[in-house]
Antibody, heavy 120, light 106 residues
Framework: QVQLQESGPGLVKPSQTLSLTCTVS??????????WTWIRQPAGKGLEWIGR???????NYNPSLKSRVTISVDKSENQFSLKLSSVTAADTAVYYC????????????WGQGTLVTVSS | DIVMTQSPATLSVSPGERATLFCRAS??????LAWYQQKPGQAPRLLIY???TRATGIPVRFSGRGSGTEFTLTISSLQSEDFAVYYC????????FGQGTKVEIK
């Protein structure tokens, strides 16, 4: 059973960079069958796809966030990471890391989510 | 951008009754449509992918239908654990979710 766990600061100041890491267990980020994905959800609102990374390091980002997002993978630690720059209060959300199928962008495993608040 | 619209926003149903949730895409997504269930304080859970294929461990009371732009999720007989928010998601283009339908106890 694959498990994913987000970690990182719960509070980020405006204009700074949000950084989160997802640790994967029970599976490998080096698998060619999956993308490793970040999704977020503002309180009381819907889900927004941020971006994904493949084992090769190839990435796809949400066009609306592309200029501020970087997703990377660390195969030695079996982790992948999210960096979101120049954050504002609108970036306050629960951030989920997830595994998505290569065949289609279907999320079959989710992390528990971590709340990141942007505030001074 | 493909916009996903779910209806109704809230559905009030009695336990044991049937619930039908709707999801409409602003343009065709073929059969590239998934459904997720989310309970308060939890991550979403995959229910259905490919419009009608149940994910591993999902009860048969959950079924999906549709194609192109119109899709439905039906829960044949609501159990207490089914009261939650349900999201549809298209993956024909950049993945996008609908805004959700809350299924509440009537």
């Amino acid at each position: 059973q694959v498990q994913l766990q987000e970690s990182g600061p719960g509070l980020v100041k405006p204009s700074q960079t949000l950084s989160l890491t997802c640790t994967v267990s029970g599976g490998s980020v080096n698998s060619g069958s999956y993308y490793w994905t970040w999704i977020r959800q503002p309180a009381g609102k819907g889900l927004e796809w941020i971006g994904r990374i493949y084992a090769s390091g190839s990435t796809n980002y949400n066009p609306s966030l592309k200029s501020r997002v970087t997703i990377s993978v660390d195969k030695s630690e079996n982790q992948f990471s999210l960096k979101l720059s120049s954050v504002t209060a609108a970036d306050t959300a629960v951030y989920y890391c997830a595994r998505t199928t290569v065949a289609g962008a279907v999320v079959d495993f989710w992390g528990q989510g971590t709340l990141v608040t942007v505030s001074s | 951008d493909i916009v996903m619209t779910q209806s109704p926003a809230t559905l009030s149903v009695s336990p044991g009754e049937r619930a039908t949730l709707f999801c409409r895409a602003s343009q065709s997504v073929s059969s590239n449509l998934a459904w997720y269930q989310q309970k308060p304080g939890q991550a979403p859970r995959l229910l259905i992918y490919g419009t009608s294929t149940r994910a591993t461990g999902i009860p048969v009371r959950f079924s999906g239908r549709g194609s192109g732009t119109e899709f439905t999720l039906t829960i044949s007989s609501l159990q207490s654990e089914d009261f939650a928010v349900y999201y549809c998601q298209q993956y024909n283009d950049w993945p996008r979710f609908g805004q959700g339908t809350k299924v509440e106890i009537k």
